[in-house]
């Protein structure tokens, strides 16, 4: 008796995607690892492979942002 599987893993990703993996610290081209382990897509391996850098800038820069620390430029009434 053959036995068919009950779910095909389905490729979601596509050649020329790229991800940063936070589980493996790796990047893929695809995606290979599940979305809640990865960051992406980008556009090149080079732009996943500094995916980690690329956000220590960005949180850097919005903690400083002085739209975050003042409740008038958030619109905040109290």
């Known amino acids: 008796m053959e036995h068919m599987a ?10 020329g995607e790229w991800f940063y993996c936070l589980e493996h610290h790796t990047v893929e081209e695809g995606p290979e690892c599940p979305a809640k382990d990865r960051m992406g897509p980008y556009a090149s391996r080079s ?10 800038d960005r949180n850097a820069r919005w903690e400083n942002d002085p739209r975050w620390s003042d409740p008038a430029a958030r619109g905040d009434t109290d």
């Open 6 to 15: 009950l779910f095909k893993r389905k490729a979601t990703g596509r050649p």
């Open 47 to 56: 732009e996943a492979e500094h995916a980690m850098e690329t956000a220590r």
